[in-house]
């Protein structure tokens, strides 16, 4: 199982083609996503995981489906936002939820809404809290990302050890900051260049 169709499930009516998966620890399970949406620290977050809603999950006893292994994901680019924005989608890693992930992510830690380390810390500790609390322990955590999602790892790694046991940085630069001024100086050349009469 991938990325494919998401359709959603009514536990008082479920469908008859639900698939099966088998997590990376050999448990076949019920192909069926649980989605938590939620707001702390003054942003949404999204908590994904595999689920069958004829179990009981406790803390202490987690379903089958999941592997203890949670997978952080962030959004590309640079930005400050004052106000709520949405967590990055979660959806979109269903390669993972299949193998038994929970994939988790937090508007705040996502670069292009808020790129103030401390503030994506702060996030990323709180719900990652929120899932020590209520879905169980956690073998490893996994920060990914691209562009600004690899920043995001990068210095939540550095800056704030334990957040992160691994990272999976990709389309990385060194930091948001000297690469912008780079990209402002490009600019500017850029118009001079284009019209020097102008200057």
């Not at 996030?123 to 609390?133: G, N, P, Q, T, W």
């Not at 995001?152 to 957040?163: M, R, V």
Request: hydrophobic fraction near 35%.
């Amino acid at each position: 199982p991938g990325c494919g169709n998401w359709r959603a499930y009514d536990p008082a009516h479920p469908p008859g083609d639900v698939a099966v998966t088998t997590t990376d620890q050999g448990k076949e399970v019920p192909y069926i996503i649980r989605v938590e949406h939620g707001t702390q620290d003054r942003g949404p977050y999204l908590i994904a995981v595999l689920y069958d809603p004829a179990q009981d999950w406790r803390p202490w006893a987690p379903q089958a489906g999941w592997n203890g292994k949670i997978l952080n994901v962030g959004g590309a680019n640079c930005g400050m936002f004052h106000g709520e924005t949405p967590a990055p989608d979660v959806m979109a890693y269903g390669y993972a939820l299949a193998r038994g992930f929970l994939v988790w992510s937090t508007a705040l830690s996502h670069n292009q809404q808020n790129c103030n380390l401390v503030v994506q810390a702060e996030s990323l500790m709180m719900a990652k809290e929120r899932i020590v609390e209520n879905y169980g322990p956690v073998r490893y955590s996994i920060g990914n990302g691209n562009s600004g999602g690899s920043i995001k790892s990068q210095q939540a790694a550095n800056a704030y050890p334990g957040i992160f046991d691994g990272i999976m940085p990709s389309s990385s630069f060194p930091d948001t900051w000297s690469t912008m001024q780079e990209t402002y100086d490009c600019y500017l050349l850029r118009d001079y260049w284009l019209n020097p009469a102008r200057w």
